[in-house]
């Protein structure tokens, strides 16, 4: 099956502070997504993005379907950006597969 | 639009039990699926549905079935649970684009299931 690889697996921000998770994908794909999981384990969807540049406030994404990754920015992280990010990816199929393969996340703590 | 819900939200079995979990979705999403998240892991597909009356296995169905009697209701149950089914789950549903395709999924509050 597909493999997806998500980096860096923790990671630390002082507030006010910028970065950039990645996401790595093992095949072509014909949907990726990207999560945000809180500390209360509600999933909240960030974006819907199989290819191209996507922005939202102060988080943008983007993927590079012909070189199998996917890139999330959070500029100006605050306290509340914290939890675990999730990016999830479905095979790309003729017939359809249906099913999300999700990465083992980003987990990122901001600090005051 | 309450989006997707789940009932009930906290849930305690012995070994052996069964269960019933209802995922609700007000969308008119024809998919709908059924995943369990464990502990410092992503989420793993356990059955989905591309529409009312049909059900398919996904990445690890073992232990669970499922039923799509309507469009907007998918149930999770459990015939004799396990401590392996002691997780989180989490149901989703998109809209088709046809031909296999379909649009982001979203997901439920989620579950919490612990089998003593």
């Known amino acids: 099956g597909i493999q997806v690889e998500q980096s860096p697996p923790d990671l630390i921000l002082q507030e006010g502070a910028n970065s950039t998770l990645r996401c790595n994908f093992s095949?072509?794909?014909?949907?990726l997504q990207w999560f945000h999981q809180n500390p209360w384990g509600q999933l909240i969807n960030l974006f819907y993005?199989?290819?191209g540049t996507k922005q939202n406030g102060r988080l943008s994404a983007t993927t590079v379907a012909t070189e199998r990754y996917s890139l999330l920015y959070i500029s100006s992280s605050q306290t509340t950006d914290s939890g675990v990010y999730f990016c999830?990816?479905?095979?790309?199929?003729?017939?359809?597969?249906?099913?999300?393969?999700f990465g083992k996340g980003t987990k990122l703590s901001v600090i005051p | 639009n309450a989006g997707v819900t789940q009932t009930p939200k906290f849930r305690v079995l012995k070994t052996g039990q069964s269960m019933t979990l209802l995922c609700a979705q007000d969308?008119?999403?024809?998919?709908m699926y059924w995943y369990r998240q464990d502990p410092g892991m992503g989420l793993r597909l356990i059955h989905y549905?591309?529409?009312?009356?049909?059900?398919a296995k996904g990445e690890v169905p073992d232990g669970y079935n499922v039923s799509r009697l309507k469009k907007q209701n998918f149930l999770l149950g459990l015939e004799s649970a396990a401590p392996s089914q002691t997780s989180v789950y989490f149901c989703?549903?998109?809209?088709?684009?046809?031909?296999?395709?379909?649009?982001?999924?979203?997901f439920g509050p989620g579950t919490r299931l612990t089998v003593l």
């Open positions: 989703a549903s998109s809209y088709s684009l046809g031909r296999g395709t379909y649009n982001e999924q979203f």
């Open positions: 095949d072509s794909v014909n949907n």
């Open positions: 993005i199989p290819s």
């Open positions: 999830a990816v479905d095979l790309y199929s003729g017939a359809g597969s249906y099913q999300l393969t």
């Open positions: 969308m008119n999403h024809e998919y």
């Open positions: 549905s591309v529409g009312e009356g049909t059900t």
